[in-house]
């Protein structure tokens, strides 16, 4: 059974980079057939997507956040990564993993979520 | 950029059918998906490619995408259906979420 966890800190300052790992395990992230995922939602809010990546490198990111966001692999160690520079308040939320599958043409949809982990950004 | 409206809101009676929509322009000329999350717990994919059920996920629940409106059905609701619906459709290569419903059950 594929397992995603999110790991990080959960309290970080304005202004500075929040950094979260994605560890995937019962599958391989460097499978062809999946993409994987970032979503995001604040206390009582919606979801947003983040951001994907493939095994490769492959990125795509939510327009909104492009220009603050990192997405990265490391495949011997099954993980993905995030990091959101320069953050505030609108930050705070609860950041989820996802697997992404990957037909390609508007097929594709997240089939297995971490359990999320919340980050709050505070002084 | 692309947008996905929900209804903030749905109640149902136990057994009875809820539905629950989701508009966008044009959504029916792309694929549609739907999530299920309850308090404290990580969403839950119910529908993909807009009538499709991943294994475990029971039969009550069926997905429909035509014109501009997907609809999520839940046939014979029942009290542990309560939860929030999202659903989830493509604008290029953007991941787009609608607001999310919650659905009551009364």
């Known amino acids: 059974q594929l397992q995603l966890q999110e790991s990080g800190p959960g309290l970080v300052k304005p202004s500075e980079t929040l950094s979260l790992t994605c560890s995937v395990s019962?599958?391989?992230?460097?499978?062809?057939?999946?993409?994987w995922g970032w979503i995001r939602q604040p206390p009582g809010k919606g979801l947003e997507w983040i951001g994907s990546?493939?095994?490769?490198?492959?990125?795509y990111y939510n327009p909104s956040l492009k220009s603050r966001v990192t997405i990265s692999v490391d495949t011997s160690k099954n993980q993905f990564s995030l990091k959101l520079s320069s953050v505030t308040a609108a930050d705070t939320a609860v950041y989820y993993c996802?697997?992404?599958?990957?037909?390609?043409?508007?097929?594709?949809?997240?089939?297995?979520w971490g359990q999320g982990t919340l980050v709050t950004v505070s002084s | 950029s692309y947008e996905l409206t929900q209804p903030p809101s749905v109640s149902v009676s136990p057994g009875q059918t809820a539905s629950i929509t989701c508009s966008g322009d044009k959504l029916g000329n792309r694929y549609a998906c739907w999530y299920q999350q309850k308090p404290g717990q990580s969403p839950v994919l119910i529908i993909y490619?807009?009538?499709k059920r991943p294994s475990g996920i029971p039969e009550r629940f069926s997905g429909s995408n035509s014109g501009n409106t997907a609809t999520l059905t839940i046939s014979g609701t029942q009290a542990m259906d309560e939860a929030v619906y999202y659903c989830?459709?493509?604008?290029?290569?953007?991941?787009?979420f609608g607001g999310g419903t919650k659905l009551t059950v009364l």
């Open positions: 989830q459709a493509w604008d290029s290569t953007t991941v787009v």
């Open positions: 990546i493939y095994y490769i490198g492959s990125t």
């Open positions: 996802a697997r992404r599958s990957s037909f390609g043409g508007s097929k594709d949809y997240f089939d297995y």
């Open positions: 490619q807009d009538t």
């Open positions: 019962g599958g391989s992230i460097s499978s062809s057939s999946y993409y």
